[in-house]
């Protein structure tokens, strides 16, 4: 029974065996899937949205040059008020008085020169017929200027006199609205401090900041779209009137200003906007792929696509520029009508043979 036992063991060890030599192991080729796109040029530039706020054109916080006491607020705040237009005015009686005085004396100092005046012209002749001394005719001369040195000096002080009376009154430099009043009557107040914010709302702007890398695509003369959160459906158009040189250390963006050329009744200072460019792309090329096709090197900042051809990938380096609604812009790197790999790209190598998922 055991003898028969390890017969039938050899016998099978030796059939297997046999087995064994003519068996030939076929590893299976993996292919794998990937998705593709056919790069082609965008029809259009690509639109980019930033948000701002609305300005007025003109602007100006207004203060009395002398100090004194607010005698009189002529206006309130949102009233519309036209150039010139006298909105407050201080107690002018200290400068009337001044007024007065300085031209009592300039009237004395004018009298004056115009006695010394006489007197001189009077002993130059004496002098020329021999009837008096040269002593005598500098006299009158010294005495003259001296006169007429007085005179112009309170002339000089009669008119800072009347400016200074007439800066007791606080005139509209521009026609606008009053946006706020900073003091009310029988206030005192000094010279410089704000009194009203004047703003003229038929010249509208809107100020707001553009990155770094979209900066240099920005001119001045560009059309832009101008919305307003605010006021919905409302359709503004806008160039740019400044754009600025000097980053925003605050912000990391540049400044710049946008005019509005149809403003809107409604459209008040201080409202937020949204402000749309259409940019055209760097270096002209216009083509357009998916972020999803991108890799990156994380120690040399370098970006690559897997292109297709022939059944196969090849890593190939490309230059971006800016993001856009539907992918990111390649400024060098790839032509037109190329295949890239826009899913798979991290399972992928170099050269490997790649089917393309429907």
Same mark, same amino acid.
């Given at each position: 029974m055991t003898h028969l036992f390890i017969a039938g063991v050899m016998a099978i060890s030796i059939l297997m065996a046999g087995c064994g030599k003519d068996e030939v192991v076929v590893e299976e080729e993996i292919i794998r899937p990937v998705k593709v796109i056919k790069v082609g040029v965008a029809d259009e530039g690509m639109e980019r949205t930033f948000s701002g706020t609305v300005r007025a054109g003109q602007k100006a916080s207004l203060a009395f040059r002398v100090g004194g006491k607010v005698e009189k607020i002529q206006v309130e705040v949102g009233e519309k008020v036209e150039k010139d237009q006298v909105l407050a005015q201080l107690d002018p009686h200290d400068h009337e008085l001044s007024v007065k005085n300085t031209e009592s004396n300039f009237k004395s100092a004018r009298a004056a020169y115009k006695n010394s005046e006489s007197s001189y012209q009077r002993n130059k002749r004496l002098y020329e017929n021999s009837n008096i001394s040269k002593a005598e005719l500098d006299q009158a001369e010294t005495q003259r200027n001296s006169d007429q040195a007085q005179e112009e000096a309170?002339? *000089?002080?009669? /008119?800072?006199?009347?400016?200074?009376?007439?800066y007791t009154m606080l005139k509209a430099p521009f026609s606008g609205f009053i946006s706020s009043k900073d003091v009310d009557k029988f206030e005192n107040v000094i010279s410089g401090q704000a009194i009203f914010t004047l703003v003229d709302p038929g010249e509208l702007k809107v100020n707001l900041g553009i990155p770094e890398g979209l900066i240099t695509r920005v001119r001045e003369g560009e059309a832009v779209s101008v919305k307003l959160e605010s006021i919905p459906g409302t359709e503004l158009t806008g160039v740019v009137s400044e754009v600025g040189v000097a980053i925003d250390a605050s912000t990391g963006t540049y400044p710049v200003t946008v005019k509005i050329s149809n403003p809107s009744v409604k459209m008040l200072p @201080?409202? *937020? *906007? /949204? %402000? !749309?460019? !259409?940019?055209g792309f760097a270096g002209g090329t216009g083509l357009i792929v998916p972020t999803s096709a991108l890799l990156e090197d994380i120690q040399t900042g370098d970006r690559y696509l897997w292109i297709f051809s022939d059944g196969m990938v090849k890593k190939r380096q490309v230059r971006t520029g800016a993001l856009v609604t539907n992918g990111i812009e390649i400024i060098t790197g790839i032509k037109e009508g190329e295949i890239v %790999? !826009?899913? @798979? %790209?991290?399972?992928i190598e170099e050269g490997e043979k790649v089917r393309i998922l429907e």
């Open positions: 309170l002339a *000089a002080q009669l /008119e800072q006199a009347r400016n200074q009376l007439a @201080g409202m *937020a *906007a /949204e %402000v !749309t460019f !259409t940019f %790999v !826009t899913a @798979g %790209v991290h399972r």
